[in-house]
């Protein structure tokens, strides 16, 4: 499940209105598997 979501995932931390709207949806222990497949959620 995560396998098809870290595309969509790079795609909108592109992007920085997208990058907050993530940060509020994921809570922080998904933002911590998110940054362990080598996303910087930043």
């Known amino acids: 499940q995560v ?12 992007h920085p ?3 907050r709207e993530l940060r509020a949806m994921l809570s922080e222990v998904e933002l911590e598997l998110v940054s362990e497949c080598g996303i910087a959620v930043i």
């Open 17 to 19: 209105e997208c990058r």
């Open 3 to 14: 396998k098809y979501a870290v595309p969509i995932l790079l795609f909108m931390l592109r």
